[in-house]
């Protein structure tokens, strides 16, 4: 298991994100009792929450673009992980796409609160979410066995939407947007999808 979490922690992006996690953390131990930090940071994991199924239905499962660019983006972004589920480079989402995402979400936050402490503690729980998105995605495509009942569930359904149908089971780290949007269904009753592991020859 020690090789594991080395692998994950040293990667180049994983690396990154765990260090601004670290300085972010530092920066709202000022405010740390405060019920407001903790609120911030609970709404900043609940937005990654949320985030974590919209995006992954509706962006990375887009019907493929005809743009060149566009289809370049989104192979990295999404398309190829479909084909090579265990590649590494492929598994973990680029600072690229996250980094511009994220500072979004903080301006936005700043904005509304115009309180550094509270929009540090917003984005302390956005990537703190992140980081427990990105290790149970490399969980569920890594040959570990999840210690919870939970952690197997969870492995087990994301495995079904690489190897039986990327129409369902969109959530990561929970199943519970899948099963209010109705994406959410019983292995047993879904058909095999032929492109499961090539989301581009969809019709």
């Keep these: 298991m020690i090789k594991y979490w080395k692998e994950f922690i040293l990667y180049p992006d994983i690396s990154f994100m765990l260090i601004l996690f670290t300085f972010l953390f530092i920066f709202i131990i000022p405010q740390i009792f405060q019920w407001e930090a903790w609120m911030a940071i609970l709404i900043g994991m ?10 992954h239905r509706f962006l990375f499962h887009i019907r493929t ?7 370049k983006l989104i192979r990295r972004l999404h398309y190829d992980h479909h084909v090579d589920p265990t590649n590494l480079k492929l598994l973990f989402l680029p600072l690229w796409f996250s980094i511009p995402n994220f500072l979004l979400l903080t301006f936005i936050t700043y904005s509304i609160t115009k309180d550094k402490y509270i ?7 956005l990537v ?24 197997k569930k969870l492995k087990k359904v994301h495995l079904w939407h690489h190897y039986k ?29 032929a492109t499961a592991k090539n989301l581009e020859k969809r019709v």
Excluded: C
Excluded at 119 to 125: H, M, V
């Design 46 to 55: 609940i937005v990654y929450t949320i985030s974590e199924y919209f995006i």
């Design 165 to 193: 149908n990327e129409n369902y089971w969109f959530g990561v780290t929970h199943s519970s947007i899948d099963k209010t949007m109705g994406t959410y269904r019983n292995h047993k009753e879904v058909e095999k999808s």
């Design 65 to 71: 673009p005809s743009h060149p660019l566009f289809l």
């Design 119 to 125: 929009t540090g503690a917003f984005a302390t729980g």
């Design 128 to 151: 703190g979410y992140f980081l427990y998105y990105e290790w149970k995605h490399y969980i569920a495509h890594k040959p570990i066995q999840p210690s919870t009942a939970l952690g």
